[in-house]
């Protein structure tokens, strides 16, 4: 048996299938160039290529593949939003991540978890009784919970009245699940690649072309490219990027830091959500706990951790969980968000002609990287914003049609 | 802790001062197009790099103008906003002055108040 294997493993009629087809040199031209090899870049690559047939397309990005906010995200993916349009969008995102790991042919580790937002005042319950309303009537399965529910739900919780804030009930999503983020990018690059999409890493774009008000391509580090279509995707340095495009954008960069502790045996099934205490966890498939906060109180171009971060970010989960008291912190790391004033994210067309954004991500866009991908990829093929798009476009701010958001945040920021 | 001087209470914990966002200037609200109003409400210039932008420590209840690098995360200095004022009208005589009008608008800033961009 173990000699069947190495032969099978050496066989040539059975060739290891490499898992990304790098190409070494840039085109002169393209179909379509995106900027930014992050899940959301990849997610459109693959389905603009597979989708709409366009496979000539470059995805450009100055770091390495998914080592940006695909890379530092807290991997959780829910629907359980406010607004019919952020229910509508977010529920489409749950649907492909249940059938993600086929159709991108890896293992993404999607794993339902179902997710709870603790309340602990009056004011956080009627959120809570809002969205859970909303969600049913578009379909997605969130119920208001009392605290002796939670309790039995998640008996590792502490929901006794003697804590500081005590807990009064929850919203409870059960779809609510974590996924492994980096497989799901990988899972897009191969599959892109595979299709004859290439990507370019250390390639940074230095300039984008503009000629009659329509982009016509981009200068990088590595020489001047042509494409029909330019499309930004790159979370952080949305405005950086959208500067060279002579678009001003309504989004500010603010930190968001996370951390998680050694790796334990499994004690904690859920999602844990307080907006009021600023924390949210989850245990990960290696047994790590993951967790994060609101973001940081400025603005800020770094991915640096704080003390104070940490301080205000255990004090209250050790409210919550006090068996963490034992456990020591492993990693800790941050993230550039792009925070919008609505808390909902900028995507599709923009005053630049064949220029396309995907954008003002916040602490909001790992979720929706599979829909996001497949609905720029319809609206870079069609030209057209796509219907489940169009609440979100950039020129809903000087409509004042805001898509307001900052209820269903996971946490108060 | 980091530590943020304000000019009338002297340096304190960052945790009792409110991010006010960066200085742009406001256009007069009664006067002003929809375009830009829209402009100044939701666009921002979100620059890396040294910008200048408007604290409120809490307690006090006072507004003030702090210059900061948004990459290294270090506070320039911060000043009242009649001293900010003064600088700009010193700035903008020294650069023209034959200026019949000097800074008339209640809030100036934005580009030009010393702010880089990458």
């Given amino acids: 048996m173990p000699f069947a294997l190495l032969k099978y493993a050496l066989s040539r009629e059975h060739p290891d299938d490499p898992h990304f087809r790098w190409k070494p040199d840039l085109k002169k031209t393209y179909d379509v160039i995106i900027i930014g090899a992050g899940g959301h870049g990849l997610a459109a690559a693959y389905h603009l290529a597979k989708d709409h047939g366009i496979t000539n397309i470059a995805v450009l990005e100055k770091g390495w593949l998914a080592g940006g906010n695909t890379a530092r995200n807290t991997t959780i993916v829910r629907a359980n939003y406010l607004t019919p349009e952020g229910v509508a969008f977010y529920k489409e995102s749950v649907e492909l991540f249940r059938t993600l790991s086929n159709e991108l042919d890896i293992n993404v580790m999607y794993s339902e978890r179902g997710h709870f937002t603790l309340a602990h005042t009056d004011a956080a319950?009627?959120?809570?009784?809002?969205?859970?309303?909303?969600?049913?009537?578009?379909?997605?399965?969130?119920?208001?919970?009392?605290?002796?529910?939670?309790?039995?739900?998640?008996?590792?919780?502490?929901?006794?009245?003697?804590?500081?804030?005590?807990?009064?009930?929850?919203?409870?999503?059960?779809?609510?699940?974590?996924?492994?983020?980096?497989?799901?990018?990988?899972?897009?690059?191969?599959?892109?690649?595979?299709?004859g999409v290439e990507v370019h890493t250390q390639t940074e774009v230095?300039?984008?072309?503009?000629?009659?008000?329509?982009?016509?391509?981009?200068e990088t580090n590595r020489g001047v490219i042509h494409a029909a279509k330019v499309m930004q995707a790159v979370a952080g340095s949305s405005s950086h990027v959208a500067r060279m495009a002579g678009l001003r954008l309504p989004i500010k960069t603010i930190p968001l830091q996370a951390c998680v502790s050694e790796p334990v045996k499994p004690i904690l099934d859920q999602i844990v959500v307080s907006g009021s205490l600023h924390v949210y966890i989850s245990q990960s498939a290696r047994g790590e706990m993951v967790m994060g906060g609101a973001t940081d109180p400025y603005g800020l171009y770094s991915s640096r951790s704080t003390l104070d971060f940490k301080e205000s970010l255990m004090g209250h989960m050790l409210e919550l969980f006090p068996f963490m008291g034992e456990l020591r912190i492993l990693r800790q790391w941050a993230g550039m968000a792009d925070m919008t004033p609505d808390f909902s994210p900028v995507m599709g067309l923009t005053p630049v002609e064949n220029y396309y954004i995907d954008a003002g991500w916040g602490t909001w866009g790992f979720k929706a990287t599979p829909v996001c991908g497949k609905r720029m990829a319809e609206c870079v093929a069609t030209g057209r914003q796509p219907d489940l798009l169009k609440p979100f476009a950039l020129s809903r701010f000087s409509t004042f049609d805001l898509v307001g958001e900052k209820g269903a945040a996971s946490v108060g920021h | 802790m980091k530590i943020l001087k304000c000019p009338l209470n002297g340096p304190r914990n960052i945790t009792e001062f409110v991010w006010g966002g960066e200085m742009k200037p406001m256009p007069d609200p009664a006067t002003a197009t929809d375009a830009e109003w829209t402009e100044y409400l939701f666009l921002e210039e979100n620059l890396a790099g040294e910008i200048t932008e408007w604290w409120l420590h809490a307690p006090t209840n006072f507004w003030f103008v702090a210059r900061r690098n948004t990459i290294t995360d270090e506070i320039i200095e911060t000043m009242t906003y009649d001293a900010f004022l003064a600088r700009q009208q010193a700035a903008s005589t020294a650069t023209a002055p034959d200026e019949a009008e000097p800074a008339a608008r209640p809030v100036t800033g934005g580009a030009d108040t010393g702010a880089t961009s990458t």
């Avoid at chain 1, 230095?206 to 981009?218: D, F, H, Q, S, Y």
């Fill in chain 1, 206 to 218: 230095k300039k984008i072309l503009i000629e009659n008000g329509r982009a016509i391509g981009v």
């Fill in chain 1, 125 to 195: 319950m009627r959120t809570a009784r809002w969205r859970a309303e909303v969600n049913k009537h578009m379909g997605v399965n969130s119920e208001v919970i009392d605290a002796a529910e939670v309790k039995r739900i998640c008996p590792t919780m502490n929901v006794t009245d003697d804590a500081r804030y005590p807990i009064l009930g929850a919203l409870y999503h059960p779809p609510g699940a974590i996924a492994r983020h980096d497989a799901v990018a990988w899972g897009y690059a191969k599959e892109a690649m595979k299709r």
